[in-house]
């Protein structure tokens, strides 16, 4: 069973930037789909960035340009850059990942087709 674990969420104030850090128990390379998902309660998880081992990277529209997705081999962490944050951006932040490829529409997964996730980590942007 693959284990990821986020960190780095927390809060900021709106404008800030934080970065998240997903670990996984096994080498990312063996993962050919990562996703960051958020969920605010009553509402359905969101897809907001991915990657593929391909480099293909996707993202929610209410994101872009403001959140980068990016993977650190030498570390074997995932990281989601979050820059210029809104109150809307405050979530519960899940990483999630799958041997199967994903990408090949260019959209981000949904939830049911990542096998593997981590426990969540809280992001809080307030004024």
């Known amino acids: 069973q693959v284990q990821l674990v986020e960190s780095g969420g927390g809060s900021v104030q709106t404008g800030g930037s934080l970065r998240l850090s997903c670990a996984a128990s096994?080498?990312?390379?063996?993962?050919?789909?990562v996703v960051w998902f958020r969920q605010v309660p009553g509402k359905e998880r969101e897809g907001v960035a991915a990657?593929?081992?391909?480099?293909?990277?996707m993202y929610a529209e209410s994101v872009k340009g403001r959140f980068t997705i990016s993977q650190d081999s030498a570390k074997n962490i995932v990281y989601l850059q979050m820059n210029s944050l809104k109150s809307e951006d405050t979530a519960t932040y899940y990483c999630?990942?799958?041997?199967?490829?994903?990408?090949?529409?260019?959209?981000?997964?949904?939830?049911?087709?990542?096998?593997?996730w981590g426990q969540g980590t809280q992001v809080t942007v307030s004024s």
């Open positions: 999630a990942a799958d041997r199967a490829w994903c990408g090949l529409d260019r959209r981000i997964p949904r939830p049911l087709d990542l096998d593997y």
């Open positions: 990657r593929n081992t391909g480099g293909i990277m």
């Open positions: 096994i080498n990312f390379d063996s993962l050919e789909c």
